[in-house]
């Protein structure tokens, strides 16, 4: 099992850099990320958080 933090694009984007070095082939992705916080957040690259947790993530 790999963990990412799909809200921060940059961490998305080393993450799958990583992972193209290490793993040949992949087979299956469970992308499986949500949140719902009491209040409005914002990432450190300034999106809303839900947005970048629920959309933003997958397409970095």
């Known amino acids: 099992m790999e963990v990412c933090d799909v809200s921060s694009l940059g961490a998305v984007r080393t ?3 990583d992972l193209r070095t290490r793993v040949p082939r992949l087979d ?26 629920h959309v933003l993530g997958r397409f970095c």
């Open 15 to 17: 993450f799958a850099a």
């Open 28 to 53: 299956v992705l469970i992308h499986n990320a949500g949140l719902l916080p009491a209040t409005r957040d914002e990432t450190d690259d300034g999106h809303e958080i839900t947005l970048a947790t």
